[in-house]
Structures are given as structure tokens and as C-alpha cells.
């Protein structure tokens, strides 16, 4: 009994493959079991691949959406998406270091498992980091960092993004782009809100440098880093053709951080002539590069006064003429239509005239003359009726004028009379609507001077054509770069035109010129004069130095 009590239940348990290799039977039912196996696990993925990703829609949860279609994309383990961590508002760094070797070791020591080191680093696990607001808990801005982001993750963001009514900000620090993933997250931009103004991409060279994509002329990026990429001269040359070329420009970046790169002095050329004709960049970052005083040369001589190129000069002819011609056809247009129309009034009015003179002035010639005076009448007023339906000028309208000079006269003189109380009223309306239209006009003229900087006021000097330098840019920043007191020389003389200028005008509407400019920790030595003096000219301007005083003055203690 005990061996058939075994025997069963043995059998279920493992067929045993070591006793099974001596029988062919077997053997070939052994790989049966082993094509079948993956059949037992094809349902498992079966299940997850029927469920296609474009049939989902999304919730607006950013953490269930890209959780759910993660899966039906057929990913077992993928990052998560948590809240980023924030340090506590009463963290302090010194005791919590002190504390924590000490607990580190007890754990270490207790346990050294492979769920305790697990645990220990959770911290570098990949997961989808995310900044909530404070009021609705909406997510406001993602950060990914230090885990490669392929086509099919972009492909899953590309669904669950685009809810996100208040997304703002999208950070991707290190993810191992490529040329390929570049293009496939440039073009899931526009799909996202309106709200999202801000792209990082730190830490993702690339051979290319095809970093310039981002900054076209339908983007909507407002602030853009680019730090950390390893651009170099060829890299700023394409940039600073996005910022602004002869017949187009950027008018939506307003901040770019191009530090720690490897820009010299002929990308920050490249970088320089992009500014020469862009008007909407506020925010520039050149630190931790390769710029010397070549280099800053040419960023300082684009803030002050400079000479147009021979194709500038060209380009701003052709600007100028085009401008003429677009306000020499809309002017005669509008005033023939409004002449033709004073006219046909006029004509009008002295129908009207004309016969109401005929008939009291004809009155006491009919009495006096016989049948002949009578046709005369009739027939002049058959001249006034046509004259009166507007029909223009008939051959037979001098017959009446031949036929009494007297009433001719009389007819002029009382003509305008009737000008003065009845057409005056249309005429002065007409004129209203003309300068209306002049304003107008002239408005959308203002605009279209603005749009093209080339329209700007210049000087002429010498046969040369000057425009005033970019008085935009109003924060540069060249820290850790090899300026030396050369370069120091051309960023002063700017400082100082840019300061005489504003002195000017005076508290006039318009930009005003650099309110910040770091250049510390250089090739020049403290103290610099130069260096010394650009402080002091942009120290009453500096917008963090005179918060700096009204902080210090609200925390003074009275006296």
C-alpha cells in the first residue's frame, strides 16, 4: 500500500528528466513540455499586447496614464512616476551627516543582504520625477535624470502629456538622446499645453549639435538650457543663425543658457551676430566656456552703436521701398473711392440747384415769351433731369448755358451757398474717415518697423550707416571665460554708451540696456579698473542689488 500510495504521488509531482532520457518516447514528450512552456507564457504577454496603446485614453493622471500605457506597451518593470523630493524646510546639514554614517554602519552590519543594499539605493532606481502645484496638485513641471529615454518611452509621453493642462517646464538631465529621439521630443512639444515654456536639456551631447531645432522660428520654447552639451563653434554658429539671420528672426526665447560648453571666440561671434538683429532675448548664459577677448570684442560691439554690413545697408533699402509702395498703393486707392463719391454728391446737389433756380427764375420768362420760350423751358428741363439721375455730362448741356448767361452766373454764385449748409455735412465726414484710416495706417506701419529691426532709426556718418546697438539683452553672463583687460575695455565702452543714452531719454518707454553683466573670475587681475568702473555703472541698475537694499533696509532696526 505504502509503494502505490507513493507511486501516485510522485508522478504529478516532476516527471523526473534524469530516469526519462532512456526512452525515445519520452524524450520526445519531454520536448513537447518544452514547446509548450512558452506557450503557458504567450498568454501572459497575449494579454498585455492585444491591449493597444492608441485605444487608451488618457485620464489626465500622469501617474496612472504613463503606469497603464507602459503596459499595454509591453513593459514589465518601468520607472514610476513620484513627487520630487524636496529638502525640509528645517534640514541641517551637518547634524543629519553626522547621524548618518552611524546609522548606515548598524544597518550594514545587522544586514547585508540583497534587499538591504536594494533599499539603501532606491534613490538612483529610474522613476519620472514630477513638481505638483500646491493648490489643485497638477503637474507642473518633469524632471528625468540619469536613465536612457528611448523612442518607445517618447512615444508613451507623447499620449499622456498632452492632458496636462498646467505642465510648464520639462527637464531631461542626461537620458542619452539621440538625433532620432531629438526630433521625435521636438515634435511632441506642440502637442502639449500652451502653458509649457520651458525645456532643459542638460548633459546630452550629441555629434550633430542639431541643438538649433528647438529655437525655430514656430517654436514656442521661452526658456531653453543647453548646458553641459559639449557645443562648440560649429555648434553656436548654427544657434546664432536661430536667434536672427538678414530676413528672419526668433521672437518667442527669451532666455538661453549656453554654460559649460566649449564656445571660443568664433562661436561667440556667431553667437554676437545673432544678436545683432534679435529683439526678444533677455537672458543670456555664456559661462564655463572657451571665450577670449576676440570673442568678447564682438559680444560688446553688438551693445552699443555699430556699423551696417554692405548686405544689411541693401536689405534695409529694400525694406524701405517696399514699405513706400505698400503705402503709396493703399492711400490713392482709398482717396479715389472717396473722391468718386464727394463727386457724385456734388453732382447731386447741383441738380438739385439747377432746377430749383430754372423754375423760380423761369417763372416770369415764360409770362413774357411765347411757344418758342416754352420749348426752350421744356427742354432745359429735360437737361436738368438728366442731370439730376447722374448720367454725367450730355451733349446738350451747353444749350442751356448758351442760352442764358445771366441765370449761369446767378447759378454759381448760389451753388455754394448751398455747399456751406447741405454738402459740407458728408464732406467733413468723409475726411473723418480718412484720417482714421491715415491712423490706422500709420499704426500698423509702427508694428511693422518693429517687427523688422533693420527700420529702426540709424545715423549716417562718414558715408557709414549706424543703428543703435541690441538694448534688449538685459542680463549677460561670461564667468569662467580667459577675458583679459582688452576685452574688459569693450564691455566698458558699451556699459558707458549705453548709460549716456539712457540719460537721454530719461525715463522714456523702451529698453534700456544691460542691467547685469558677470565677468568675474577672468584673466585679469583685481582690482581692474575697468572692471571696477563697469560695477559701478550697473550697480543703480542691477534689479538684485536694489532688492538686496530694500531687504536690508526693511530689517534694519529703527534709530
Not at 374 to 379: N, S, V
Request: glycine share 8%.
Amino acid at each position: 500500500m505504502s509503494g502505490e500510495g507513493s507511486a501516485p504521488g510522485t508522478s504529478p509531482r516532476a516527471p523526473r528528466p534524469a530516469t526519462q532520457k532512456t526512452s525515445g518516447t519520452v524524450s520526445k514528450k519531454g520536448d513537447r513540455g518544452a514547446k509548450e512552456k512558452p506557450a503557458t507564457v504567450t498568454p501572459q504577454v497575449g494579454e498585455e499586447e492585444p491591449k493597444n496603446p492608441e485605444e487608451y485614453q488618457c485620464t489626465g493622471s500622469l501617474e496612472t496614464d504613463f503606469a497603464e500605457l507602459c503596459k499595454r506597451s509591453g513593459y514589465t518593470d518601468f520607472p514610476k512616476v513620484v513627487t520630487r523630493p524636496r529638502p525640509h524646510p528645517n534640514f541641517v546639514p551637518s547634524t543629519s551627516l553626522s547621524e548618518k554614517p552611524t546609522l548606515d554602519d548598524q544597518r550594514l552590519s545587522g544586514s547585508c543582504s540583497l534587499n538591504s543594499v536594494e533599499s539603501k539605493y532606491v534613490y538612483f532606481r529610474p522613476t519620472v520625477q514630477v513638481e505638483l502645484d500646491s493648490e489643485d496638485k497638477s503637474v507642473k513641471e518633469i524632471y528625468i535624470r540619469g536613465w536612457k529615454v528611448e523612442e518607445r518611452i517618447l512615444s508613451i509621453f507623447s499620449k499622456c502629456l498632452p492632458p496636462l493642462s498646467q505642465l510648464q517646464a520639462i527637464n531631461l538631465w542626461k537620458v542619452g538622446l539621440t538625433e532620432k529621439t531629438l526630433d521625435t521630443f521636438i515634435a511632441l512639444l506642440p502637442l502639449c499645453s500652451p502653458t509649457l515654456r520651458k525645456v532643459s536639456l542638460e548633459a546630452n551631447p550629441l555629434p550633430e549639435q542639431p541643438y538649433h531645432k528647438l529655437m525655430t522660428l514656430d517654436s514656442s520654447v521661452v526658456h531653453l538650457s543647453l548646458r553641459n552639451n559639449n557645443i562648440d563653434d560649429r555648434g553656436a554658429q548654427l544657434l546664432g543663425r536661430a536667434l536672427s539671420t538678414l530676413h528672419s528672426c526668433n521672437r518667442t526665447l527669451v532666455s538661453l543658457n549656453l554654460g559649460f560648453n566649449h564656445i571660443g571666440d568664433e562661436g561667440a561671434g556667431h553667437i554676437a551676430n545673432g544678436l545683432r538683429l534679435n529683439r526678444s532675448l533677455l537672458w543670456l548664459s555664456l559661462a564655463h566656456n572657451r571665450i577670449q577677448d576676440q570673442g568678447a570684442l564682438k559680444l560688446a560691439e553688438v551693445l552699443r552703436p555699430f556699423e551696417l554690413e554692405h548686405r544689411e545697408v541693401v536689405e534695409r533699402r529694400r525694406l524701405l521701398l517696399a514699405k513706400g509702395a505698400q503705402e503709396r498703393s493703399r492711400s490713392p486707392s482709398r482717396s479715389r473711392h472717396g473722391d468718386s463719391k464727394t463727386d457724385r454728391e456734388k453732382n447731386q446737389l447741383t441738380g438739385l440747384s439747377s432746377l430749383t433756380l430754372d423754375k423760380t427764375e423761369k417763372m416770369p420768362a415764360v409770362k413774357a415769351t411765347k411757344g418758342l420760350g416754352k420749348k426752350k423751358e421744356k427742354l432745359g428741363e429735360v437737361v436738368k433731369k438728366e442731370e439730376k439721375l447722374g448720367s454725367g455730362p450730355s451733349p446738350i448741356q451747353g444749350t442751356p448755358k448758351k442760352e442764358d448767361p445771366a441765370k449761369a452766373g446767378k447759378g454759381k454764385v448760389t451753388i455754394p451757398e448751398q455747399k456751406v449748409t447741405k454738402g459740407k455735412g458728408p464732406k467733413t465726414g468723409s475726411k473723418e474717415k480718412r484720417n482714421t484710416l491715415l491712423d490706422a495706417e500709420q499704426l500698423v506701419a509702427e508694428a511693422t518697423e518693429l517687427l523688422s529691426p533693420l527700420l529702426e532709426p540709424v545715423e549716417h556718418r562718414d558715408g557709414k550707416v549706424f543703428m543703435a546697438g541690441n538694448k534688449v539683452l538685459l542680463y549677460l553672463n561670461l564667468v569662467r571665460n580667459r577675458i583679459t583687460e582688452v576685452g574688459l575695455e569693450g564691455f566698458l565702452a558699451s556699459v558707458q554708451c549705453q548709460a549716456r543714452l539712457l540719460k537721454s531719454k530719461g525715463a522714456s518707454k523702451g529698453p534700456v540696456g544691460l542691467l547685469r553683466l558677470c565677468l568675474a573670475k577672468n584673466l585679469f587681475s583685481l582690482p581692474c579698473p575697468a572692471y571696477t568702473t563697469i560695477q559701478e555703472l550697473l550697480l543703480p541698475r542691477d534689479p538684485l542689488s536694489k532688492a538686496k537694499a530694500r531687504e536690508e533696509e526693511a530689517t534694519a532696526p529703527p534709530t
